[in-house]
C-alpha cells in the first residue's frame, strides 16, 4: 500500500483587486457575449447612436471642421452605436461623415471580430495611447465602468487596501488614497479612468506638444459626486453574482467617479462639462424629435416601441438619472451641446 503523500495546501498568492478585475473581465470578454447579462443605451435605441453622431457633427462644426478629423470610440461592443452615428452623420452632415476617420478601441478579439463586420474601413487599437496625433471627436459609453478599480478601507488602525485571495478579500496595509471617507468606508481608485482622462486632456491642451483641438464624451452610470461605498458589482447569466466567485463567468464593473474624472481632466487644462444627467442631456439634443421622425410611416405597434426605448433612456427609473455625461474639450471651446439649457 502507497502511504498517501501529504499534499501541502496550495496557498493562493493575494492578488490587489484591479489586477484581478482586470484579468477577469478580460477572460470575461475574450469568451462570452456581455450584451446577454446587460443591454447598453444604443441596444436600447437606435436613436442613441444617431443622437451621438449629430453631437459629434455639431461639435466638428464648432471646433472649425477639421479635415481629417479622428472619430474614436471606446469599447464599441457590438458597434451598434457607431453604425447609428455614422447613419446620422452622413444623412444630416455629409462632410463631417467625408473628413472623419474612425478608430476603435477594442480588447476582446470576439467583440472586434463583430465590429469588423458592420464597421469597415476602421482602424482597431487596444490601447487609447495608440491613437494617432490629430483633432479628434471621441465616445465612451459604458467603457468607464469596466475598468479596474482598487479599494481602500479606512480602518482604526490605518488604510488598507482589498486583496482577492482564493474568492475572498483580504485587507493590506496602504497607504491612504486620495480622498478621505468615515471608519470602516470604501475609497475606490479608478487608475485607468484617471490616466485615461489626465492623457486627453494633454491631448485637448493648448501649449502641449502634440497638442490638437478635440472632445471626448462619456456616458456610464455613477453618482455625479465621489461617495464611498463598495460599488463593485457582477452579473452572470443576466443576476447579480458573487463577483469573487468564478472569475471570468461574471461581468465585473463599478460606478464611474465622475467628479474624479473632471477633476483630474480639468488640473490637465481640459474644458470641462457636466456631469448631467443621461435622461436631460438625450432630451437637449432631440432625442423625442428623433423618434417622432423615425415613427413617422410606421405602424402603430412599431412606433409605440421606437418610443418605449427612448423613454428608457430617459426616464429616471430607466437609465435617465443614474447614467451621467461628462465631456472633456480643449480649454475655450464653446459650450458643447447638451451640457446647456
Ligand atoms: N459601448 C458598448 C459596449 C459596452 S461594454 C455599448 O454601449 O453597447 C464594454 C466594452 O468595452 C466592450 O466592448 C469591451 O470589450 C470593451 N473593453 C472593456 N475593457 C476594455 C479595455 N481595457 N480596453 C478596451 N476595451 C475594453
Not at 455639431?58 to 457607431?82: A, C, F, H, K, Y
Not at 453604425?83 to 478608430?103: G, I, K, M, W
Not at 405602424?299 to 465631456?327: I, N
Request: net charge positive; proline share 9%; hydrophobic share 45%.
Amino acid at each position: 500500500m502507497r502511504a498517501a503523500r501529504a499534499t501541502p495546501r496550495r496557498i493562493q498568492p493575494a492578488q490587489r483587486l484591479d489586477r484581478f478585475m482586470q484579468r477577469a473581465n478580460a477572460r470575461y470578454y475574450a469568451s462570452r457575449d456581455p450584451f446577454r447579462e446587460f443591454t447598453t443605451g444604443p441596444e436600447v435605441s437606435q436613436a442613441f447612436g444617431e443622437i451621438l453622431g449629430l453631437w459629434a457633427a455639431t461639435v466638428w462644426e464648432s471646433i472649425g471642421r477639421p479635415d481629417p478629423v479622428l472619430l474614436v470610440e471606446l469599447g464599441p461592443g457590438r458597434g451598434t452605436l457607431m453604425q447609428d452615428a455614422l447613419r446620422a452623420a452622413a444623412e444630416v452632415a455629409p462632410a463631417f461623415r467625408a473628413a472623419l476617420r474612425l478608430h476603435l478601441v477594442e480588447t476582446s478579439p470576439r467583440l472586434r471580430g463583430i465590429q469588423e463586420k458592420l464597421l469597415r474601413g476602421a482602424e482597431w487599437h487596444d490601447d487609447w495611447a495608440e491613437l494617432p496625433d490629430g483633432p479628434m471627436l471621441l465616445i465612451a459609453n459604458e467603457f468607464l465602468d469596466a475598468l479596474p478599480i482598487r479599494q481602500f478601507v479606512h480602518r482604526e488602525s490605518g488604510w488598507t487596501e482589498r486583496f482577492v485571495q482564493g474568492s475572498r478579500f483580504v485587507e493590506r496595509p496602504a497607504a491612504a488614497p486620495p480622498r478621505e471617507a468615515p471608519l470602516d468606508a470604501i475609497v475606490e481608485v479608478c487608475e485607468p479612468a484617471l490616466a485615461l482622462a489626465g492623457g486627453l486632456a494633454a491631448r485637448f491642451a493648448q501649449g502641449r506638444r502634440n497638442h490638437a483641438p478635440g472632445a471626448a464624451l462619456f456616458l456610464d452610470y455613477g453618482p455625479a459626486a465621489s461617495a464611498p461605498g463598495d460599488s463593485l458589482q457582477a452579473l452572470s447569466n443576466g443576476r447579480p453574482a458573487d463577483p469573487l466567485a468564478e472569475p471570468g463567468t461574471a461581468d465585473l464593473s463599478a460606478h464611474v467617479d465622475f467628479q474624479a474624472v473632471a477633476a483630474t481632466a480639468r488640473a490637465r487644462g481640459a474644458n470641462v462639462f457636466g456631469p448631467v444627467p443621461q435622461g436631460l442631456f438625450l432630451t437637449r439634443l432631440g432625442l423625442f424629435q428623433r423618434l417622432d421622425r423615425l415613427a413617422r410611416g410606421r405602424s402603430p405597434a412599431q412606433a409605440a416601441l421606437l418610443l418605449a426605448g427612448g423613454r428608457r433612456l430617459v426616464e429616471p427609473d430607466g437609465m435617465g438619472q443614474l447614467f451621467k455625461v461628462l465631456a472633456l474639450a480643449s480649454p475655450h471651446t464653446a459650450p458643447l451641446p447638451g451640457f446647456t439649457p
